[in-house]
């Protein structure tokens, strides 16, 4: 069984950062992606970025040069969203998903959440 924590979210003044994290943990599982979505009050959640194991790093035109989506070089299985430059409009719930393979079959999780509210 897979588990994701996710962790960072808060308050933050327009044009401030704020570094969201997500840490799939479990066993015999191998992750073939992670990535974040949002939804804001009102809208569809949608995907802000993505990193494929092995595969190039996807961004959201709207997140596009202000958000980096990493892996944390230290902690297996553990990705970090940096996000700069923030705007009111990035006022959201963000999730946490993760792609896995455990026993030949495919599964995708959820994390739990996390606010980020930018404030003008």
């Known amino acids: 069984q897979v588990q994701l924590v996710e962790s960072g979210g808060g308050l933050v003044q327009a044009g401030g950062s704020l570094r969201l994290s997500c840490a799939a943990s479990g066993s015999d599982y191998s992750i073939n992606a992670m990535g974040w979505y949002r939804q804001a009050p009102g809208k569809q959640r949608e995907l802000v970025a993505l990193?494929?194991?092995?595969?190039?790093?996807?961004y959201a035109d709207s997140v596009k040069g202000r958000f980096t989506i990493s892996r944390d070089n230290s902690a297996k299985n553990t990705v970090h969203l940096q996000m700069n430059s923030l705007k009111p409009e990035d006022t959201a719930v963000y999730y946490c998903?993760?792609?896995?393979?455990?026993?030949?079959?495919?599964?995708?999780?959820w994390g739990q959440g996390t606010q980020v509210t930018v404030s003008s």
């Open positions: 990193i494929p194991t092995g595969g190039s790093t996807y």
């Open positions: 998903k993760t792609q896995y393979r455990s026993s030949y079959w495919d599964y995708e999780l």
